[in-house]
């Protein structure tokens, strides 16, 4: 993506990885990453950085990495905005 881009024109859209999977909804961005929730009652947050975007067409963000490496590298089980465990999280 540009660099120009404004990312806050993807909040609140639908996110998907490259494997076509659904991701869930884009809530906000907190450093270079793009924050999904992902549940209604046993929510996830996936905190999946801005440069692995691969489009976005003005409805879905499509990444360039598939559901499992999301699941994987960039998974944070506890709460939207608190610092996630991993150690990628030096690139958001």
């Not at 909040?11 to 549940?39: F, H, M, W």
Request: charged fraction near 40%; aromatic fraction near 12%.
């Amino acid at each position: 993506m540009d660099d120009s881009f404004d990312w806050n024109k993807v909040i609140k859209k639908e996110a998907k990885s490259n494997d076509n999977k659904e991701l869930g909804e884009i809530q906000g961005t907190e450093y270079n990453c793009l924050v999904v929730e992902r549940g209604l009652v046993n929510k996830e947050f996936f905190y999946i950085p801005k440069d692995l975007v691969e489009n976005y067409d003005g409805k879905t963000v499509k990444f360039r990495i598939s559901e499992e490496e999301i699941e994987e590298k960039y998974v944070n089980k506890d709460n939207i905005f608190d610092k996630p465990t991993y150690d990628s999280r030096s690139t958001c």
